[in-house]
Structures are given as structure tokens and as C-alpha cells.
């Protein structure tokens, strides 16, 4: 089965891993970072992202560049369920990793945003020079070559969001949760 | 400024440097400041948590001819009168203390936190505050 | 009859200010009332600060305006430098004044081309970028680092300063370049249609409202704190003060201020070349405890006045420290200056007060 597949997979996975879109957000120091990777002296639209679309319903791309607070949180997790299937995250900067400088004493930052979504490549520095925000593109490249048709749903359930249950937040299956509150819980019908 | 003109209208004040200390009446002395001298605008209004007195807020004045700064500083414990009638840029600065503090300013309409989700518990900056948010579990779950 | 319509330019928007939120209220495509929302960047420095020590707190202060990162690291040296009453030799304020001037430029190069691309021109993102790479790459060949510098200590500079050709290099090239810009920006009809006559600030509104900086400075108001800064004792220059109230005069004053500041680091490197070696007292930094009382610093951040209070009661760590900064007030002008507008010109103006969002929400 795998040898008739081959051909449509080199295709496919070819197409998608040398457009990949991204999409504008940027919240703090690493948002420069991003931005001179854009501009002229580094240049990423030779590796494929030759815009940056604004809305999330047509970029399939989220590269998370900046700390992330308990307040932004329930925005974060909307725009990753706004985005079409096939999705990919980049975790740019050490406050997206773990916490970063504020990991020991902060009250209201995040200890990596891979508590909310999940993440495909993890980008640590304080903020990562634009040669590495490339190098972690390449590698992201890499990644997608290697996928295939038949293992498809095995990437649909290793990208679905599973929070943690003790925190009062949510659940399991198709259902998703969109707004982050101590005492209610609103719940929307899932897309599987 | 006139300061025996001052002192003898309100008789419980101190001044030491440039810096006034008052126990009760803020709205009028800050009046009567600005009719004697043109202080032009209030560059910040800054909060300590002092214990078991209250609050201590002060008040940072500034002349642009003259280049003169004053600071007027007064503890309060629960709530106390707005100056957003006079000054304009204090609604930014109660509504932040308000947030991470806890004191409530009579007279200002806008009054809601600043920093801190809507359904926040507690007031951060305070000395006795514990982390008892439900969110803040988060950080030692793994991931 | 007509209802009014609720829009919500939300948090993730394509522009480069950050996570500013503002509830529109609008009929038609005029705009009737605005509340601006923060809070998304809330990272809690102020907190922070009362569990370290002075030495563990100054390399996180550059991460409050990641654009301007020397100002504030000298806020902090300045700071306990007051307290224990420490002069700084003539060398090492050389080398501090030439290092904030830098600075200055490259932050204002990149709101140059961050406003046209708000406004819809694409093109001068690209030219400011290329200039400011420059001033990065000196950067970094002097302190290891091209954002977050963390070379000013209590006392003084890590090491000696080096590589003076680069910086006469900068300034050899960037006044033709400045000059290419102006001739495609500042008398295009297009964007005189879009920023002349919108977005008027009267002096005494920006009085009452506790503006300063720039933004003060384009309406006619003479206040430039630089002129009684200790630091800048025996420095020639003159402040940029204009008539014009609206958004293009803020425009202008700011490629005005980048000129006087060329003119400022050339007298620091004229100093420079001649000085011998660096001869400093730096003050030791482990159990550091500053006496009892209340200290100030303010200086000229390229935003506004930027303000650090400490209030120490003898330990070695600070019982309070508060900072006040420049756009924080700006966000709250913003209530005001936008009422009645179209919805078009409230990007504009918005985009022409210089509002950077990690310096609202500490």
C-alpha cells in the first residue's frame, strides 16, 4: 500500500512544506526579532512565507513570539482553533518555552504556552537571532517531509488540545473550550 | 508659595524637603496649591503598602516655567476623593491602584482593574498577599 | 432610530504596537466613543523586584521597552548611584551619552517605518531596516548582545569602549540616506492628505493630560529634560520644539530630533579619541543595601519622561520600586483625541503618539 502512496505523499508534503503562511502575532520583545527576519538583510520569503496574512482562517502557520499572560490566554487558544487543518506551532523565545526570566517569581505569566496548545519546534534564546528563527523553518521543513496519508489520523489526535482536568478547565473528545473562567465554562461543538 | 499662609489654614501638616505630609483634606490643599503657584501638571501618583497604617499615596507635582517638583503624601486605609475633576491623567493612575491595591476613589465613574483579569482574587501588590487564584495552578502541573 | 454599531479592534491585530484592545463605538464610519483595554502584557515587574536583590533585578529592566533598553538600565544605576552619592568620571559619562544617543536613532528609524506601514506604504519598512541593522551590528560587536545589552553596572561600564571606526562609519552614511528618505516621504501629496490637520493636540490638554516628550514637543511646549540632566553637563545641542499640533509636525520633529543626535555622538567622539584609559570606582554589588529613604531618577526616554522611585529601608532588597514611563499616558489621550474621527484616520493617529505596550503594562 505504501509503495502506491509514495508518490502522492512526496507530492503533497512537498507543496505544503515550502509555502508554509504565517500569521501576524507578536507580543513582545521577540516580535522585533520576527519582524527583522522579515525585512531586508534576512529574508524569509525566500524560504516560502511571502506574506503574512492578518486573519487566522487563511494563514496555517503560528509562530508564538512573545510571553503569554493568564489574561491572553483564551485569545491564544481561539486563534489556534481558528486555523484550518494542516496547522503547525513554533514556540519562539525562552517565555514560550518554560517561563523564561520570569519563570521563579512572576504571578501572571504562563510556564510555556505547551500547557494550551501543542508544539511542534521549541526556539529557546532571549530573543533567538534571525538566523535561528531560519534554522528552526528548515527544521519545521524537515518535519513535514516525513509525514504520509495513511498515518493521518495520528496527526489529527496528537494535535488536538488536552488541558488538564484538576485546573477546572475542560475536557476530553470533541468538545473545545473557549472561554477560560474560574467559575463557568462555556462549551461550543467540536470539528473533528 | 506663602508657607505661613498655608500653615495657618491647615494647621496638621508637615513639610520637610519638598515634601508635604497631610492627614485629611486632599482636595483642598491641592486647590489652594494651584491658585498660589502654576504647577502646570501631575506627573504620577505612586502607592506603598505601609502594614497595619494603610496606604500611603503620593502625589508629584511639576511647574514647567520653573522647574519646581512638589510631592504631597497622605495614608489612607479604605477609600478617599478623586482629583480626576482637576487632573485628567489620574484616571490611568487610580484605576491601576484600585487593581493592585484595593482602595476605592469616591467621584471617579470609570473605576474597574486595570492589569488583572475581571474575576481576579485578591490585590497582588499588597505585602499579605497569597497566591489563592485557581489559574495559578497551572504552574506545577506537567505539561 | 439608528442603533450604533460595537466593533472590536481586539488584541492580534496586524500593526506593530502590541496587544492593545479598544471598544469602538461607531455610526456609520464615524467613530462616537473609545475605551482602550490593557493588561495583556501584565508581567508583574514591579512585584519582582521586592523578592531580589538590586544585582539579580538589572539585567530584567531592559525587557520593559525592548526598544530603548539603555535608558532604563540607566535609570537603575542612576538610581543607587544617587543614593550613595557616587560622581562618575568624565570618560564613562562620555561613553553612557554616546551609547543612549545610539539608541535613540534606532528607535526612532524603526517607528518611521512601522508608521508608514500603517498608514499603507510598504516600501520604507525595508529602508528603515536596513539602516538600523547597522547600529545593531556595532551593537553587538561591543557588548555581545542586539537587544538586551545589560553593559551599564553601579558605577560605571563593564569594560572599555572599542571599534570607534564603526561608529564614524554610521555617521558618514546615515545623513544621505535621512535625505533620500525625506524626499519620498515628507512632501508626498498622499500622505499629507492623510496626516495634516488630523489628530490635534492643544498644549494645555497636554498639560492636563501628563504628555511629555515628542509628543509635547510638536505642540509648542519647550520641556526637554536633558537640559537639567547631570549626565548631559557640557553637551551642546538644542531641543526640537514645533508649531504644528498635528500628526505630520510629530513626524518631522521626530527626523529633527534623529539630526540633533548625530551632532550630540559626534561631540562624544571627538572626547573620545583623545581620552586614555578607563579609570572607574565600581561600586560592589553583592549585599548591596542602600540607606534609608526615598530616591528619584528621571531622564528623556525617546517616548517621554521615564521615572524610577526606590524606597529602601536599609535591607538589600528595595521595599518599593515603582516606574513610571511615556506611553502610559498616551493610551489614556487616546479616549479624547479619537472622538469624531473617521475610522481610517484613527489608525493614523493612534499610530503617530508612539505607543509601545510593554511599557503600559509593567
Same mark, same amino acid.
Given at each position: 500500500?505504501?509503495?502506491?502512496?509514495s508518490?502522492i505523499d512526496?507530492?503533497?508534503?512537498w507543496?505544503?512544506?515550502n509555502s508554509l503562511?504565517?500569521?501576524?502575532?507578536?507580543?513582545?520583545c521577540?516580535?522585533?526579532?520576527?519582524?527583522?527576519?522579515?525585512a531586508?538583510?534576512?529574508d &524569509?520569503a525566500?524560504?516560502?512565507?511571502?506574506?503574512?496574512?492578518g486573519? =487566522? $482562517?487563511?494563514?496555517d *502557520? /503560528?509562530?508564538?513570539?512573545?510571553?503569554?499572560?493568564?489574561?491572553?490566554?483564551?485569545?491564544?487558544l481561539?486563534?489556534y482553533q481558528q486555523?484550518p487543518?494542516?496547522k503547525?506551532?513554533?514556540?519562539m523565545?525562552?517565555?514560550?518555552?518554560?517561563?523564561?526570566?520570569?519563570?521563579?517569581?512572576?504571578y501572571?505569566?504562563?510556564?510555556?504556552?505547551?500547557? &494550551?496548545?501543542?508544539?511542534d519546534?521549541?526556539?529557546?534564546?532571549?530573543p =533567538? $537571532?534571525?538566523e535561528a *528563527? /531560519?534554522?528552526?523553518?528548515?527544521?519545521?521543513q524537515?518535519?513535514?517531509?516525513?509525514?504520509?496519508v495513511?498515518?493521518?489520523?495520528?496527526f489529527?489526535?496528537?494535535?488536538?488540545?488536552?488541558?488538564?482536568?484538576?485546573?477546572?478547565?475542560?475536557v476530553?473528545?470533541?468538545i473545545y473550550i473557549?472561554q477560560?473562567?474560574?467559575?463557568t465554562?462555556?462549551?461550543e461543538a467540536?470539528e473533528? | 508659595m506663602?508657607?505661613?499662609?498655608?500653615?495657618?489654614i491647615?494647621?496638621d501638616?508637615?513639610?520637610?524637603?519638598n515634601?508635604?505630609?497631610i492627614q485629611?483634606?486632599?482636595?483642598?490643599?491641592i486647590?489652594?496649591?494651584?491658585?498660589?503657584?502654576?504647577y502646570d501638571?501631575l506627573?504620577e501618583?505612586?502607592a506603598?503598602?505601609?502594614?497595619?497604617?494603610?496606604?500611603?499615596?503620593?502625589?508629584?507635582?511639576?511647574?514647567?516655567?520653573?522647574e519646581e517638583?512638589?510631592?504631597i503624601?497622605i495614608?489612607?486605609?479604605?477609600?478617599?476623593?478623586?482629583v480626576?475633576?482637576?487632573f485628567?491623567?489620574?484616571?490611568?493612575?487610580?484605576?491601576?491602584?484600585?487593581?493592585?491595591?484595593?482602595?476605592?476613589?469616591i467621584?471617579?465613574?470609570?473605576?474597574k482593574?486595570?492589569y488583572?483579569?475581571?474575576?481576579?482574587?485578591?490585590?497582588?501588590?499588597?505585602?499579605?498577599?497569597?497566591?489563592?487564584?485557581?489559574?495559578?495552578?497551572?504552574?506545577?502541573?506537567?505539561? | 432610530?439608528?442603533?450604533?454599531?460595537r466593533?472590536n479592534?481586539?488584541?492580534?491585530?496586524?500593526s506593530t504596537?502590541?496587544?492593545?484592545?479598544?471598544l469602538l463605538?461607531l455610526d456609520?464610519e464615524k467613530?462616537?466613543?473609545c475605551?482602550?483595554?490593557?493588561?495583556?502584557l501584565?508581567?508583574g515587574?514591579?512585584k519582582?523586584?521586592?523578592?531580589?536583590?538590586y544585582?539579580?533585578?538589572?539585567?530584567l529592566?531592559?525587557r520593559?521597552?525592548?526598544?530603548?533598553?539603555?535608558?532604563?538600565?540607566?535609570?537603575?544605576?542612576?538610581?543607587v548611584?544617587?543614593a550613595?552619592?557616587v560622581e562618575?568620571?568624565?570618560k564613562?559619562?562620555?561613553?553612557?551619552?554616546?551609547?543612549?544617543?545610539l539608541?535613540r536613532?534606532s528607535s526612532?528609524?524603526l517607528?518611521i517605518?512601522a508608521f508608514?506601514?500603517d498608514?499603507?506604504?510598504v516600501?520604507?519598512?525595508?529602508?528603515a531596516?536596513r539602516?538600523r541593522?547597522?547600529?545593531?551590528r556595532y551593537?553587538?560587536?561591543?557588548t555581545?548582545?542586539?537587544?538586551?545589552y545589560?553593559?551599564f553596572v553601579f558605577?560605571?561600564?563593564r569594560?572599555?569602549?572599542?571599534y570607534?571606526?564603526d561608529?564614524?562609519e554610521?555617521?558618514?552614511i546615515?545623513?544621505?540616506?535621512?535625505d533620500?528618505?525625506?524626499?519620498?516621504?515628507?512632501?508626498n501629496?498622499?500622505?499629507?492628505?492623510?496626516?495634516k490637520?488630523?489628530?490635534i493636540?492643544?498644549?494645555k490638554?497636554?498639560?492636563?493630560?501628563?504628555i511629555t516628550?515628542?509628543?509635547?514637543r510638536?505642540s509648542?511646549?519647550?520641556y526637554?529634560?536633558?537640559?537639567?540632566?547631570?549626565?548631559?553637563?557640557?553637551?551642546?545641542f538644542?531641543?526640537?520644539v514645533?508649531?504644528?499640533?498635528?500628526s505630520?509636525t510629530?513626524?518631522?520633529?521626530?527626523v529633527?530630533?534623529i539630526?540633533?543626535?548625530?551632532n550630540?555622538?559626534?561631540q562624544?567622539?571627538?572626547y573620545?579619541?583623545e581620552?586614555?584609559k578607563?579609570e572607574?570606582?565600581?561600586?560592589?554589588?553583592?549585599?548591596?543595601?542602600?540607606?534609608e529613604?526615598?530616591y528619584?531618577?528621571?531622564?528623556?526616554?525617546?517616548?517621554?519622561?521615564?521615572?524610577c522611585?526606590?524606597?529602601?529601608?536599609?535591607?538589600?532588597?528595595p521595599?518599593?520600586?515603582k516606574w513610571?514611563t511615556?506611553?502610559?499616558y498616551s493610551?489614556?489621550l487616546?479616549?479624547?483625541?479619537?472622538k469624531?474621527?473617521?475610522l481610517?484616520?484613527?489608525?493614523a493617529?493612534?499610530?503617530?503618539l508612539?505607543?509601545?505596550l510593554?511599557?503600559v503594562?509593567k
Amino acid at each position: 500500500m505504501n509503495i502506491i502512496i509514495s508518490s502522492i505523499d512526496y507530492i503533497l508534503n512537498w507543496s505544503r512544506a515550502n509555502s508554509l503562511w504565517p500569521l501576524t502575532f507578536a507580543t513582545s520583545c521577540c516580535g522585533i526579532e520576527m519582524m527583522q527576519t522579515v525585512a531586508s538583510d534576512n529574508d &524569509i520569503a525566500r524560504f516560502g512565507s511571502e506574506v503574512f496574512r492578518g486573519s =487566522p $482562517r487563511q494563514a496555517d *502557520l /503560528l509562530i508564538c513570539a512573545g510571553t503569554i499572560t493568564h489574561k491572553m490566554a483564551p485569545i491564544l487558544l481561539r486563534l489556534y482553533q481558528q486555523m484550518p487543518e494542516p496547522k503547525y506551532v513554533i514556540a519562539m523565545g525562552a517565555c514560550t518555552c518554560g517561563g523564561g526570566m520570569f519563570a521563579e517569581t512572576s504571578y501572571s505569566v504562563i510556564r510555556g504556552i505547551d500547557k &494550551i496548545i501543542p508544539v511542534d519546534i521549541y526556539l529557546p534564546m532571549c530573543p =533567538p $537571532r534571525p538566523e535561528a *528563527l /531560519l534554522d528552526a523553518i528548515r527544521k519545521l521543513q524537515g518535519k513535514i517531509k516525513k509525514e504520509s496519508v495513511l498515518t493521518r489520523k495520528d496527526f489529527v489526535n496528537s494535535h488536538k488540545i488536552k488541558l488538564k482536568e484538576e485546573c477546572g478547565l475542560l475536557v476530553d473528545g470533541d468538545i473545545y473550550i473557549t472561554q477560560l473562567g474560574v467559575n463557568t465554562l462555556q462549551t461550543e461543538a467540536g470539528e473533528s | 508659595m506663602n508657607w505661613s499662609e498655608f500653615e495657618r489654614i491647615f494647621n496638621d501638616c508637615e513639610l520637610v524637603g519638598n515634601k508635604i505630609v497631610i492627614q485629611s483634606n486632599l482636595l483642598g490643599v491641592i486647590e489652594f496649591v494651584l491658585k498660589e503657584y502654576p504647577y502646570d501638571m501631575l506627573k504620577e501618583i505612586i502607592a506603598t503598602d505601609k502594614g497595619d497604617e494603610g496606604v500611603e499615596l503620593t502625589y508629584h507635582l511639576y511647574s514647567v516655567d520653573d522647574e519646581e517638583d512638589l510631592f504631597i503624601s497622605i495614608t489612607v486605609k479604605d477609600e478617599i476623593e478623586s482629583v480626576t475633576g482637576i487632573f485628567k491623567s489620574a484616571e490611568a493612575d487610580e484605576n491601576e491602584i484600585y487593581d493592585l491595591f484595593g482602595i476605592k476613589f469616591i467621584g471617579n465613574e470609570n473605576l474597574k482593574r486595570l492589569y488583572m483579569p475581571e474575576d481576579w482574587e485578591g490585590h497582588p501588590l499588597r505585602k499579605d498577599y497569597k497566591e489563592d487564584d485557581k489559574r495559578l495552578e497551572w504552574n506545577d502541573k506537567q505539561s | 432610530m439608528t442603533s450604533s454599531l460595537r466593533l472590536n479592534l481586539g488584541p492580534q491585530h496586524p500593526s506593530t504596537h502590541g496587544v492593545l484592545r479598544l471598544l469602538l463605538e461607531l455610526d456609520g464610519e464615524k467613530i462616537l466613543s473609545c475605551e482602550p483595554e490593557v493588561g495583556y502584557l501584565h508581567r508583574g515587574m514591579e512585584k519582582m523586584a521586592e523578592k531580589m536583590s538590586y544585582i539579580q533585578y538589572l539585567p530584567l529592566v531592559d525587557r520593559i521597552d525592548y526598544l530603548a533598553g539603555f535608558f532604563y538600565s540607566e535609570l537603575l544605576c542612576g538610581v543607587v548611584e544617587n543614593a550613595l552619592e557616587v560622581e562618575l568620571p568624565d570618560k564613562v559619562r562620555a561613553i553612557r551619552v554616546m551609547l543612549l544617543e545610539l539608541n535613540r536613532i534606532s528607535s526612532h528609524l524603526l517607528w518611521i517605518g512601522a508608521f508608514l506601514m500603517d498608514l499603507g506604504a510598504v516600501s520604507p519598512f525595508f529602508y528603515a531596516f536596513r539602516e538600523r541593522e547597522m547600529i545593531l551590528r556595532y551593537f553587538e560587536k561591543l557588548t555581545g548582545q542586539r537587544m538586551m545589552y545589560n553593559y551599564f553596572v553601579f558605577g560605571g561600564v563593564r569594560k572599555d569602549i572599542e571599534y570607534l571606526e564603526d561608529v564614524e562609519e554610521i555617521l558618514s552614511i546615515l545623513p544621505e540616506k535621512l535625505d533620500d528618505y525625506e524626499k519620498i516621504i515628507t512632501e508626498n501629496p498622499i500622505f499629507l492628505m492623510r496626516t495634516k490637520g488630523k489628530g490635534i493636540l492643544e498644549p494645555k490638554t497636554a498639560l492636563n493630560y501628563a504628555i511629555t516628550g515628542v509628543n509635547l514637543r510638536a505642540s509648542g511646549v519647550d520641556y526637554d529634560y536633558r537640559h537639567s540632566d547631570p549626565l548631559y553637563k557640557g553637551f551642546d545641542f538644542r531641543a526640537v520644539v514645533m508649531d504644528g499640533k498635528d500628526s505630520w509636525t510629530r513626524y518631522k520633529a521626530r527626523v529633527l530630533e534623529i539630526k540633533e543626535s548625530m551632532n550630540i555622538i559626534h561631540q562624544a567622539l571627538v572626547y573620545l579619541k583623545e581620552a586614555g584609559k578607563l579609570e572607574q570606582k565600581l561600586i560592589n554589588p553583592l549585599n548591596l543595601k542602600l540607606p534609608e529613604g526615598d530616591y528619584i531618577r528621571e531622564i528623556e526616554a525617546p517616548r517621554g519622561l521615564a521615572c524610577c522611585y526606590v524606597k529602601s529601608t536599609g535591607e538589600d532588597k528595595p521595599y518599593r520600586l515603582k516606574w513610571r514611563t511615556g506611553s502610559y499616558y498616551s493610551v489614556n489621550l487616546l479616549r479624547e483625541l479619537l472622538k469624531g474621527e473617521y475610522l481610517n484616520d484613527a489608525i493614523a493617529i493612534a499610530g503617530s503618539l508612539d505607543i509601545i505596550l510593554p511599557e503600559v503594562d509593567k
